[in-house]
């Protein structure tokens, strides 16, 4: 059974940082994108950034570049989402996914196969 389970969210003032975690379980992610994505409140589902297992490449979206950094330990399987300079608008849930080792869709949601349950991001002014 396929899980990739996020954690690391949680309640931080403007200006503050978090790291999120996402482990993977399941089937072989070595050669998967890994992509982290985010959803506010009454707001379409966002990408945030990605990467594949091995490394590289790395994509973000123009909102977190220099704020945010994507990295994975391969012999954890786990992904990492390094979050840094927290504003309010970076309160929304914040969710890990996996798709094949592809670059079409790499921002579209829809392009992933597997989804985490989501951990809560909030950030107070």
């Known amino acids: 059974q396929v899980q990739l389970v996020e954690s690391g969210g949680g309640l931080v003032q403007a200006g503050g940082s978090l790291r999120l975690a996402c482990a993977a379980s399941g089937r072989t992610f070595s050669n998967y994108i890994m992509g982290w994505f985010r959803q506010a409140p009454g707001k379409e589902r966002e990408f945030v950034a990605a990467?594949?297992?091995?490394?590289?490449?790395?994509y973000y979206t123009d909102s977190v570049k220099g704020r945010f950094t994507i990295s994975r330990d391969s012999a954890k399987i786990t992904v990492y989402l390094q979050m840094n300079s927290l504003n309010p608008g970076d309160t929304a849930v914040y969710y890990c996914a996996a798709k094949p080792p592809n670059l079409r869709g790499v921002t579209q949601w829809d392009s992933y196969d597997y989804w985490g349950q989501g951990t809560q991001v909030t950030v107070s002014s």
């Open positions: 990467m594949h297992m091995n490394g590289r490449p790395l």
